[in-house]
C-alpha cells in the first residue's frame, strides 16, 4: 500500500495521482494554485482513487458557497461508490463530507475530529481541519 508524503496510507497506487494530491494539499493550505484543478489531475491519473474525491468535497466545502453544492455532490456520489476500497482514515473523511454536503456542520467537523483522534498521523492534513468559523449554525 502506497503512503502519503506524512507516512499515512492512501487507498490508490498510482504515484503520478499521489504527487497531483500532494500538490493540491499543499495549493490548499498555502492559499497558492487551483487544488480543484490539480485535484482533476490526480482523477485522471486514477479516477478510482477514491479520497481525492473527498477532499474536492472537502475542499469545496471551505468555500461554503451553494454554488458549489452540485459539484460536492457529483463528487461524493464517485468516492461512495469506491468506499469498498478506501482504508479506514478514508471512510472517516467521507463520513465528513457527507455531512458537510448535506449542511451538517457540526457533525461534519465532528467526523473531521474522530479521524484526528484515531489517525493522529493525518492531523496535519488541512483537509481534517475544517475552518469553523463557516459553520453557518448559532
Known amino acids: ?61 471551505t468555500v461554503a458557497e451553494q454554488r458549489f453544492v452540485p459539484d460536492m455532490r457529483a463528487a461524493l456520489e464517485r468516492a461512495q461508490s469506491l468506499a469498498s476500497h478506501a482504508n479506514s482514515r478514508e471512510r472517516g473523511l467521507l463520513v465528513a463530507a457527507q455531512r458537510f454536503v448535506h449542511g451538517e456542520w457540526r457533525d461534519a467537523c465532528r467526523a473531521l475530529d474522530d479521524v484526528r483522534v484515531e489517525h493522529p498521523r493525518a492531523r496535519r492534513h488541512s483537509y481534517a481541519d475544517a475552518d469553523r468559523s463557516r459553520d453557518p449554525q448559532p
Open 1 to 61: 500500500m502506497k503512503k502519503d508524503l506524512r507516512g499515512v496510507p492512501l487507498s490508490t497506487r498510482n504515484d503520478e495521482a499521489i504527487a497531483h494530491f500532494e500538490t493540491a494539499l499543499k495549493q490548499l493550505q498555502t492559499y497558492v494554485g487551483n487544488p480543484l484543478a490539480t485535484l482533476d489531475a490526480a482523477l485522471d491519473a486514477d479516477p478510482d482513487f477514491m479520497l481525492a474525491h473527498v477532499f474536492k468535497v472537502l475542499a469545496m466545502a
